[in-house]
């Protein structure tokens, strides 16, 4: 079976010039002092603080803060537990890769237990993020991950790219368009004026016009008036702001506790991890850092054992299993993250938040309006979908198209892999024609 071909038919260039036209014209102007490696002249492993790796540490916000926020406050999980393991695992993969590798919650799995809250218990959450820990640790540790990578061929994963970067597109203009304000269930002001789509609205004209600025980050511009706005609009009222972690306590779940967070939970998440988090980042990593000497590092196999080795412990607590994700590491790339300083930053920022503001870290990050999310949400969708012009033949867009398809119309995104897989060694072997 033919393997991934990581740059496709355009090459490096090529696939900046469709995914990021205005970075690869900053890349390649002179005096600017930056290769199209997007590390600059500085030497490659070298972790560059500033406000570009700042701005881009937080691009991925607009994923990561709607599942966290909804699982701790309808799922009642330890808002120190969960910030804690996000910013731990953040700062190990920076320093271990090098690169603006992300950390995001499980989609499926952050899906499954905010629509059934009653079911998906802490315990049971926690019982989840065991069992995916050492599923991923004896995947990574037999080799068998590489053998599940070779499934996903350059159309499968393009698809999936494909898939997401849609998804991402659909929930980011869900949440400018939806009439509240906040993620934490405060009121907020003016809500019947529309004031979170007008909000939506100012935030996307900005975030467009300093989508390549390098004195103010369009990210960092988005997060501050996204807060500014939250103060203004009503988005303390009735929340804590108590100091402090709040209280962390060893999960040990029951035999049916285990069950439920295997059958309901780990199921539907395997198959998306193994594709996007695992194969699909280390193909994006290898699109936009192709030169990067800690390339070699970021494969799907070591994915899964990053992977692994955080959400054992992370479980044993009652966090939120963890993975990576192509779609976290275009959103820190658009918005200027090219090291493993923007991981290190964000990590840190998760760190404090947890150790130190606790309950009053969560009233803080739920600051930030629904529109703001969406925005970013927004274009870390619109990095993604370019993506699958590096395919060549009909088949393959064939694939992709079939893919992305499926995971709009169904719920769990794991099925339109599956057929996506099916139908690819199909075509292939049966040499068909499109």
Known sequence: MEKIKHSGSYGLKGLKAVCMPGVLAKETSAGDGVSTDGLGDLPHERFRFDRLELAGSFGDLGTLLPIVLAMILINKLSPTIVFLSFGLFY?????????????????????????????????????????????????????????????FTQPVVRGIQLALGLVFLRKGVQLIIEQNLFLSGAVGRFTDYGINLILGVIVFAVVLALIDNKKLPAAIAAIGIGIIAGLALGGLDGRNFSLGPTPVRLIVPTLNEWWLAFIMLILPQIPLTIGNACVGTADTCSVLFPEHPGLKKASASNFALTMGIANLPTGLFGGIPMCHGTGGLAAHYRFGARTGSAPLMIGAFFVVLALVFGEAGLTLLSLIPNSVLGVLLIFAGLELCPLIRSLKANEEYFVALLISGIALSVPNMSWAFGIGIIVDIFIRKAKIKI
């Open 91 to 151: 700062m190990i993969s920076g320093y271990f890769y090098r690169l603006p590798v992300p950390v995001q919650p499980l989609k499926a799995v952050g899906a499954i237990a905010i629509a059934n809250p009653a079911l998906i218990t802490e315990p049971v959450i926690g019982a989840a993020g065991i069992i995916f820990g050492a599923l991923l640790l004896v995947f990574a540790l037999t080799g068998f991950v590489d053998k599940l990578a070779k499934l």
